[in-house]
């Protein structure tokens, strides 16, 4: 089996405990990683969000400034190929020039390269956590994903005032079976 490198995960978290995957949590620095392996890439999204205005008048933070975080992952995917995974909205996609995905479907952006929008709750959530993939293969398309528009039975940033509102710890967690789907794209990344 291909061994991948998971960058920007957190200590302990789901990424562990596999001889396959590599983890690589804010004490190893993914920015550094340089190979060999292809990659699953969630670099921090909190200055790219939709809420960026609102925590920058709170806590100074200024849109983008994740130090390098998302430049290098998408730098990193490109190399080594992968998959690369960020909030849906996220301001990162645009600043870089990725096109807005749209759900439902694989798009092609250039040789190699695919975005697309899926909702996290298809594989496990409890929000429905829509997620933007940007991914890099040297042999496409990308396998086919559950692109079902799950709700979820929670809310995540106070969108949906029907629903509870989801603790951090499992706002931010990625569930197993969507972990799994991402590795499995990076491992198709090559051949």
């Known amino acids: 089996m291909t061994k991948v490198a998971a ?24 920015r550094q990683y340089d190979g060999p392996w ?11 969000s939709q809420m960026n ?10 849109l983008g400034e994740d130090g390098g975080c998302f430049a290098a ?12 995974e960020h909030p849906a909205e996220s301001r990162a996609f645009a600043h870089f020039g990725l096109p807005r995905p749209r759900p439902g479907s694989w798009q092609r952006i250039a040789n ?12 496990g959530h409890n929000a429905a956590k829509r997620t933007w993939l940007f991914v890099a ?3 496409g398309p990308p396998p086919e ?29 990625t569930p197993p079976a969507f972990r799994d789907v991402l590795l499995a ?7």
Do not use: M
């Open 137 to 139: 293969l040297e042999k």
């Open 145 to 173: 994903l559950d692109w079902r528009p799950v709700r979820g039975t929670h809310q995540i940033g106070g969108f949906d005032v029907t629903l509870p509102q989801l603790p951090r710890r499992e706002r931010i967690r």
């Open 7 to 30: 960058l920007f995960v957190h200590y302990g978290g789901v990424y562990y405990g596999d001889e396959s995957i590599d983890p690589w949590w804010e004490g190893r620095d993914a």
């Open 112 to 123: 190699g390269e695919w975005v697309t929008e899926v909702r996290q709750a298809a594989y």
């Open 73 to 84: 992952a998408l730098a990193t995917v490109r190399k080594w190929g992968g998959v690369l």
């Open 185 to 191: 794209i990076a491992r198709s990344a090559r051949p």
């Open 53 to 62: 205005n609102v925590n920058a008048k709170r806590w100074g933070f200024k």
């Open 38 to 48: 292809p990659v699953v890439a969630h670099p921090p999204c909190q200055r790219w």
